[in-house]
């Protein structure tokens, strides 16, 4: 008896030292009227039940086309997606794209897309859309009604009716949102949520995604330009930079000791987080444009840190300590938090 407990406290444990979602190796390309190119490369991300996981970087960084390829979403076959994807542990390699979707999609991992038209089925209701996927206990419940109500539909009922091109590219956010929670599904993904709404909708939604993730124990990936936000609701983050992941960091660490100058300019250029430590305000000096990427470091024409050998070698991706990651050749050691 006492053996049955512990090996279920022990399954248990192993359940959270195993990721739910591992990608190895990530790379992708686009095909260009040049050939292709390369627009992520190399990337590793791990996602533990019930983490909140952030994926933060500048516009083009690569942040989306590496949640899209988790659900095999990129068009095909203009992209060319590489790499390993494990789910508990198990490669899922040698399923089917369509097996692959009719296992994952909604119903393991939820994805709420920053481009809404393309998710939405203009053909029919929202309430035909969201009928395909509703068992009959959620029906009877009226849990959708219910949903439509948090997420700020005064009238649900009216909405169930309509056709998304009827609806304001927030209150289509918000349909996703609902369609995606109404899953209980084991990992969602917001990829700039609340990008349509004004700021109090904005932080309401956040909330309700913060109160249902809890509730239902979800794991949750964050994508966001905004480092306030994913420093706010996330365990971890992974900073992107230029198609490469730059730097890992559990939140609270990244953000009071970022070591890629980077993340260190992400920091001290957020309005709300820095002036919070009295410190002035900066701004990363914009990127210069290139034909063809050149050798050294992505970041070299921009940093402040850089020094001779950043122009020619590319760093590696090091471990810092136990729990972080850092391509740097001169990352910074000292705290900000003073
Ligand atoms: N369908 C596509 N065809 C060709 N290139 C693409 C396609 N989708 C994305 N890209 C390119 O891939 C790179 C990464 O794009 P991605 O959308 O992942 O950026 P992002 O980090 O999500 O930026 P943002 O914060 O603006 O959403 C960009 O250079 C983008 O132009
Ligand atoms: S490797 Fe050099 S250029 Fe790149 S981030 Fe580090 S110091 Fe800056
Ligand atoms: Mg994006």
Same mark, same amino acid.
């Given at each position: 008896?006492?053996?049955?407990?512990?090996?279920?406290?022990?399954? !248990? !444990?192993?359940?959270?030292?195993?990721?739910?979602? =591992?990608?190895?190796?990530?790379?992708?390309?686009?095909?260009?009227?040049?050939?292709?190119?390369?627009?992520?490369?190399?990337?590793?991300?791990?996602?533990?039940?019930?983490?909140?996981?952030?994926? $933060?970087?500048?516009?083009?960084?690569?942040?989306?086309?590496?949640?899209?390829?988790?659900?095999? $979403?990129?068009?095909?076959?203009?992209?060319?997606?590489? #790499? +390993?994807?494990?789910?508990?542990?198990?490669?899922?390699?040698?399923?089917?794209?369509?097996?692959?979707?009719?296992?994952? +999609?909604?119903?393991?991992?939820?994805?709420?897309?920053?481009?809404?038209? @393309?998710?939405?089925?203009?053909?029919?209701?929202? *309430?035909?859309?969201?009928?395909?996927?509703?068992?009959?206990?959620?029906?009877? &419940?009226?849990?959708?009604?219910? $949903?439509?109500?948090?997420?700020?539909?005064?009238?649900?009922?009216?909405?169930?009716?309509?056709?998304?091109?009827?609806?304001? #590219? #927030?209150?289509?956010?918000?349909?996703?949102?609902?369609?995606?929670?109404?899953?209980?599904?084991?990992?969602?993904?917001?990829?700039?949520?609340?990008? @349509?709404?004004?700021?109090?909708?904005?932080? +309401?939604?956040?909330?309700?995604?913060?109160?249902?993730? @809890?509730? &239902?124990?979800?794991?949750?990936?964050?994508?966001?330009?905004?480092?306030? $936000?994913?420093?706010?609701?996330?365990?971890?983050?992974?900073?992107?930079? @230029?198609?490469?992941?730059?730097?890992?960091?559990?939140?609270?660490?990244?953000?009071?000791?970022?070591? =890629?100058? /980077?993340?260190? *300019?992400?920091?001290?250029?957020?309005?709300?987080?820095?002036?919070?430590?009295?410190?002035?305000? /900066?701004?990363?000096?914009?990127?210069?444009?290139? !034909?063809?990427?050149?050798?050294?470091?992505?970041?070299?024409?921009?940093?402040?840190?850089?020094?001779?050998?950043?122009?020619?070698?590319?760093?590696?991706?090091?471990?810092?300590?136990?729990?972080?990651?850092?391509?740097?050749?001169?990352?910074?050691?000292?705290?900000?938090?003073?």
């Amino acid at each position: 008896m006492a053996q049955g407990i512990s090996k279920t406290t022990e399954d !248990k !444990k192993q359940e959270f030292l195993t990721p739910l979602l =591992h990608l190895q190796n990530l790379k992708i390309a686009f095909e260009t009227e040049q050939g292709f190119k390369t627009v992520m490369n190399n990337a590793e991300v791990k996602i533990f039940p019930q983490q909140r996981v952030g994926f $933060l970087g500048e516009s083009g960084s690569g942040k989306s086309v590496s949640a899209l390829s988790i659900l095999k $979403l990129l068009p095909h076959p203009s992209a060319q997606v590489s #790499g +390993r994807f494990f789910w508990r542990g198990e490669d899922m390699e040698s399923l089917a794209t369509n097996d692959f979707r009719q296992l994952f +999609r909604w119903k393991k991992i939820a994805f709420v897309f920053q481009e809404m038209g @393309a998710a939405l089925n203009p053909v029919m209701t929202i *309430g035909q859309q969201f009928d395909e996927i509703l068992t009959p206990e959620q029906k009877k &419940n009226k849990e959708v009604e219910n $949903l439509l109500q948090e997420c700020g539909f005064a009238d649900p009922k009216s909405v169930l009716t309509a056709y998304p091109h009827t609806l304001s #590219g #927030g209150m289509q956010q918000r349909i996703l949102l609902a369609l995606a929670l109404v899953h209980n599904p084991e990992l969602i993904i917001t990829d700039e949520p609340t990008s @349509a709404l004004d700021s109090s909708l904005q932080q +309401r939604m956040m909330q309700l995604i913060e109160n249902r993730v @809890a509730k &239902n124990k979800m794991a949750w990936l964050v994508i966001s330009h905004d480092l306030g $936000l994913v420093g706010k609701y996330c365990d971890f983050i992974y900073v992107f930079y @230029a198609g490469k992941i730059v730097e890992e960091a559990p939140a609270q660490e990244l953000l009071f000791h970022p070591h =890629h100058p /980077y993340s260190l *300019g992400l920091l001290k250029s957020d309005v709300t987080l820095y002036t919070e430590k009295k410190q002035h305000l /900066y701004s990363i000096p914009f990127p210069t444009e290139k !034909k063809q990427p050149l050798p050294g470091c992505v970041f070299a024409d921009r940093c402040s840190y850089s020094q001779k050998i950043c122009f020619t070698l590319s760093p590696q991706y090091n471990s810092i300590g136990s729990n972080r990651k850092c391509a740097c050749h001169f990352p910074i050691l000292e705290s900000l938090a003073k």
